[in-house]
């Protein structure tokens, strides 16, 4: 029998539901079980995919080629269980469900309502991923208790314990306890009152794990119980961790929550195994070097809107035993103040994904400046397209040479939209997604960081390496290390006489993990760690 544990959140967003989602998930694994996981968001979107990174952050792609929340990514950081379709819902996905049958006739005669038939949908989606195979499926609730639009929700978990018998069912909340410099206190009455809310809906949480910037103890943890009506010992506080998020999980072991949860569903575990994982984290507050890599965006004051790339570089990083010091910088601050005035200095640049015109400009410069200054580059999606423009316009002599998304009528395409792409009208979920295979060619970087001329990397875009202009850009001294395995699209360029430049037409920040780093990732950091290491001490400031 599968068990379920619901995540809810309250009091504010932002708590970190994703990553404690996430590592209860990874404890669980590593106490043998077979674990699943799943978000559910209430907006109306049938996915994020269309959403600005402003609005939502970064569109995490799976290998299936949905597009889903950035929890996902977390998910899949620290986890290892398969993620698809079903992983992430949407209430406009349900909806869209709910009216498609009605549409068929499959409610004929009846009135078709939030309850029973939206919750049934609900309460179906998170069923479908038990099976006989799973011991626990974890379904984090996106929104704070109390939004309206979340309400179908809580309503439809509060019903599965009904369904599947509530020794089947866990629920944990997740809360702020806030401290009050002005009192020099924390203060348990948000937490109160957000078990109040799940409480009236009908939901009695079975843990709660309460946020806190410092610790609170246990007086503070057994009012709480008291008041929220909630055992003493599963009241859990997770402080703010000062060196990286993946210490959440050693936060949770020090409560015992993974007891707590094995317990409380009745289930039969095996012991905890996270020898590889206090290495791991020995590592991360222990760096021996540090590098500074330019981040070169549109979104760079959005700390979630690149989130996987930052965690895949400082996932290589721990592999190298060296910290990353991300400098972002805005591509429209470097159209206005130059390359040099905001990347001198830097170890490494890496140009990440992106759509639109905006600050194209100032990505096209910051590849110049790092192929001219043999300063490690890396390249993705964008990063790749901007520096196949870049390469064309001021080594080929092609001045107008761009990318058809951002100038229809340019001489030189040497970006161009895909083949498959024409006529396609609808923007939701209808770009080139998802894992595809890739060829590499012997003697490339590439090649030589995956140790294997076989790769699968997962895509989200509509443009590509224009194919007619292939033999001049190898003629130059940029060649199509990586194709399709028809040859047909190039999904890796790399530039000669450079001591590292890569760029892939995919996204490998969506397959990296802390203890496995992607090995592009893992490439371009040694790189740059040789740049700083041969550096003349004077200019390392
Ligand atoms: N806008 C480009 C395209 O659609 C790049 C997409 C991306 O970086 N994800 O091809």
């Not at 997740?174 to 109160?192: I, M």
Request: net charge negative; charged share 25%; glycine share 10%.
């Amino acid at each position: 029998m599968t068990r379920h544990i619901f995540v809810t959140g309250g009091v504010v967003s932002s708590l970190g539901k994703g990553l404690t989602s996430a590592s209860i998930g990874m404890l669980l694994e590593r106490r043998g079980l077979t674990v699943r996981m799943q978000k559910l968001d209430p907006y109306i979107n049938v996915d994020p995919g269309t959403m600005s990174p402003y609005q939502h952050g970064e569109v995490y792609v799976l290998d299936d080629g949905s597009e889903t929340d950035l929890d996902l990514g977390h998910y899949e950081r620290f986890t290892t269980g398969k993620l698809n379709r079903d992983s992430n819902y949407t209430t406009g996905q349900i909806y869209q469900t709910v009216i498609n049958k009605e549409r068929r006739g499959e409610y004929l005669g009846r009135t078709v309502q939030v309850v029973p038939h939206i919750t049934d949908e609900i309460k179906a989606s998170i069923r479908r991923l038990a099976s006989p195979d799973v011991d626990v499926v974890i379904t984090e609730l996106g929104g704070t208790v109390g939004d309206i639009e979340g309400l179908p929700f809580l309503e439809a978990i509060r019903q599965i314990p009904l369904d599947i018998g509530k020794q089947n069912c866990l629920f944990i909340h997740l809360t702020l306890v806030p401290y009050l410099k002005a009192a020099g206190e924390a203060k348990t009455k948000p937490t109160q009152h957000s078990v109040q809310q799940l409480r009236t809906i009908g939901i009695q949480p079975d843990i709660l794990v309460c946020r806190t910037e410092r610790p609170i103890g246990t007086e503070h943890t057994d009012k709480i119980a008291l008041f929220c009506n909630v055992e003493k010992r599963a009241v859990i506080e997770e402080v703010d961790k000062e060196f990286s998020i993946y210490e959440v999980p050693m936060g949770l072991v020090e409560h015992r929550l993974d007891e707590l949860i094995i317990e409380k569903l009745g289930m039969e575990a095996g012991e905890l195994d996270l020898e590889d994982y206090r290495e791991l984290i020995h590592r991360i507050r222990n760096p021996r070097h540090e590098v500074t890599i330019a981040v070169v965006g549109k979104y760079i004051d959005h700390t979630d809107a690149y989130k996987s790339i930052y965690e895949s570089l400082d996932h290589a990083g721990f592999a190298h035993s060296t910290r990353i010091i991300v400098k972002r910088v805005e591509a429209e601050d470097l159209e206005r103040r130059g390359a040099a005035a905001l990347l001198q200095g830097v170890d490494g640049i890496l140009v990440p994904g992106g759509f639109g015109m905006r600050g194209i400009e100032g990505k096209i410069q910051a590849v110049q400046f790092a192929r001219e200054n043999n300063v490690p580059y890396f390249g993705i999606c964008l990063g790749m397209q901007c520096a196949v423009i870049e390469f064309a316009r001021n080594v080929m002599g092609l001045a107008d040479a761009n990318s058809s998304e951002f100038a229809g009528d340019t001489q030189h395409p040497v970006i161009c939209l895909l083949e498959e792409q024409t006529g396609v009208e609808n923007k939701g979920g209808t770009m080139r997604l998802g894992s595809q295979p890739c060829v590499l060619s012997e003697g490339s970087r590439a090649m030589a960081a995956y140790g294997t001329a076989n790769v699968n990397e997962r895509h989200r875009h509509r443009y590509e390496f224009n194919a007619q202009y292939r033999e001049k850009f190898v003629h130059a001294g940029m060649n199509p290390v990586g194709t399709s395995p028809d040859g047909t699209l190039v999904e890796v360029m790399e530039v000669d006489d450079h001591p590292w430049y890569v760029a892939v037409q995919y996204h490998p920040e969506f397959k990296s993990q802390p203890n496995r780093p992607h090995p592009l990732f893992t490439g371009f950091i040694g790189a740059a760690l040789l740049i700083r290491q041969n550096r003349p001490k004077q200019l390392v400031e």
